[in-house]
Every structure is written in C-alpha cells, then in structure tokens.
C-alpha cells in the first residue's frame, strides 16, 4: 500500500505548490484546486465511479448507483443508521476537501480524498462488495481562505449557511462566490443529505498527540468549538511626519492593543487566540492608517470558555478604542459549535482499529456534517504536528495505514 499510496500521491503533489515557500496556495475554484477537481474526476473515471454534485460546488463519486428513491429508509433514521449502530441502506460518504490556506501544507484537506480512492480501491482488491454505496467527496471551500467563511462547502449542503449570503462573498479582488462557480450555489439538498448513512473523514492530524501516542492512526471525539471575528477599527489617516503623537486617532494602536489583548485572555483561559490576518488602509509607510481590519480565530474546549474569551477581547478593544478615539466595529463571520461525534460510531471504530481517541482543535467539513447523520473522522500521525504551514509532514507508511484503517471502516459501515 505504500508505494500505491506515493505513486498516486505524486499525481497531486505539484498541483498549486508554491516554489519558493513549498507551501500550497490552493484557493477554491481557482486553477490549481479547479486542475484537483478534475484529476478527482479522472480518478472517479478510472473506478467507474459516476460523479455527481449538489449544485455547490461540492463533489461526489459513487461506487454503487445513488438509490433514486430518496432518502434511504430503513432503521429508525432515514438514512441514518440502525439502532444498533449499523448502517440503513444508504449510502457511506468518505473524503475531504482541496482547498488549502496561503501556503499551507501538502495533506490537510487532499490527504482524506487520496485515500479514499485507495481504500476503494483495497475493498475491491479484496473482493470486497458493499450492500450500499460507498461515495467519495471533494467539499469546496473548507478553509475559507478565498471568500472568508469555512467549511462553505458543506455549510451549504446541510443548509447551515445562506445561499444567498454564500452567493455573495467576495474573494479579495471582489469575484463572489456565485461567480467563481459560475452559478448562485443551489443551497441545502436535503434529498442528497438523507441518502447518507454515515460520514467518515479521514485527516491528518494537526497537532502532536499520535506522536505522542505513538500510535499512526486515531479516532475523533470531538472538535472545539470556534470561530471568526472580523474587527474594524477606524481612525484618522494622516501624515506620519506632521501629526504630533497627542493628536492622532491611530487604529493601529488599538489594533496592536487588542491582539495583545487576545493573547492574554486566552492564556488565562487555556484558549487559543490567534490573529493571524490583518488589512490596513492606505498601508503606506509614512501614513497613520485611517482604518485597520484584523481577524480573531478564536477557540476552546468548551462554549462557555470561548464566549468568555471573545467577550474579554471585545471589551478591552472597545475600551482601548475610546481612549485612543477610534471607532470599532465587531462582526461574527463564522461559528462553529462544539461538535461531539457519534460516541457510539467513535467507540466502535476505536476498537476496529485498536486507536486512541482524540478530541481536535482543528475545524473540519465532519464537523458540520456530524450535526446531520452519524460522523467519524480518523487522524493520521504527523510528525511534526505542525499545520496551515510548508513544514506539515506524515510518512508515505502512516499514510498507508490511513488508508487500510479507511479500507477496514468503510467495510464495517458499507458491507453490513
Ligand atoms: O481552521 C480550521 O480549523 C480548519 O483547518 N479549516
Ligand atoms: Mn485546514
Ligand atoms: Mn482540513
């Protein structure tokens, strides 16, 4: 499986990598992810996998024809699983998404849709036929880095965000969504939703705990919740060289106030704060800034703790803001709740496989989809834990054993 696994990784690895960082910058819908969709295509081609998609720009490759009645039936969800845990009659729904952040790594996102094909691939090899589809995603957008709300994709799918809204966001050069899809998304299609039985997303790990584990391969338990906060801060802009510092209204200032701010009331609250974006107008060297617009991507174990924390940051800004005569403006872009994945689904994957349990930091297109029908995720080691950067890694075997612990999931879920 290793050397399945590089040599069709290879296929994919130079797609949208960039030179001098080696990182990737694979924004939605733009050409690299757009050359990743068709190769999904070609792949799906090549299994005699019929594609289909959901009018948002989402992906679906099936092995084994969609069931054309609708949602599925049996059990006591409608395409979702028996009581006993196994799976109804619909379909098993695997993969990932392509998208990156700018210059983020090699294997969040496309490793899960890598090797989903080759899980596919290793049922087939074994002889292996489902008694329900076994369906391979690509969700578009889950990173929001091109119009600025993540996991859009499957936001879209299951209704939780807007058509509408989704139609116009914008991308930094003001192409919307709608747009760069050539079409207003087609929004919630709760038909194609109720032919799911289950979900599972296989991911690299983003963070250290498998090493720590020492273990390739782990199963989800939950993803924190968090979200997107999009501070305006405006000012006066005027001239660097002229402007006694007693006279200035410089949003920077609050600004620089309100990261430090983010930071201490995280550490007080074992949260994690991060401003890792920031737009300054005129951005010029010799001006003060008439406006400054950071983002806080801020997130905790537990809701409360996280509401604590944006509220801290808010009023500290807000009160920064009036002693540096400033204007704030404070909008929500995005939320995720605590996402808890089917306990049951966890615990009998985690003794299929014999893995550790791992709760997440890390947003994913699972963790909107869990709210929907029963959803797995299973982690892959990286060595070096790091994530959303060049230096990403997880070995060729690792991989490997992603794939077959994939392979083993999917017959558990798809054969019964
Ligand atoms: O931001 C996240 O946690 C995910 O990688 N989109
Ligand atoms: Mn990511
Ligand atoms: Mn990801």
Known sequence: MTGRFRELWDEIAPVGRDADSGGYLRYALTPPELRLREWFREQADLRGMPVSGDGNGNLFAWWGDPPTDGPATDGP??????????????????????DSVPHGGAYDGPLGIVSAFLAVDELRAAGVTPVRPVVVAAFVEEEGARFGVPCLGSR???????????????DAAGVSFAEALGHRPAGADPALL?????FVELHVEQGRALVDADAPVAVAS??????????ELRGEGNHAGTTRMADRRDPMLTFAFTVLAANKEA?????????????VEPNATNAIPSTVTGWLDARAAEPDTLDGLVEAVQAKAAERSRR??????VTRESATPLVTFDGGLADRLAGLLAAPVLPTGAGHDAGVLAAHLPTAMLFVRNPTGVSHSPAEAATDDDCAAGVVALARVLEELACH
């Open 77 to 98: 969800n409608a395409g979702g699983p028996n009581a006993d845990g196994s799976a109804g009659t619909g379909a098993v729904l695997t993969g990932s998404h392509f």
């Open 222 to 231: 939950a993803i924190w919740p968090h979200g997107r906060w999009r501070f």
């Open 267 to 279: 550490r007080l609250r074992g949260a994690h704060a991060t401003v890792g974006r920031v737009a």
């Open 194 to 198: 109720g032919r799911f039985a289950a």
């Open 156 to 170: 879209l799918l299951t209704g939780e965000i807007d058509a509408d809204r989704a139609a116009g966001l914008r």
């Open 324 to 329: 540096d005569g400033t204007e704030l403006t």
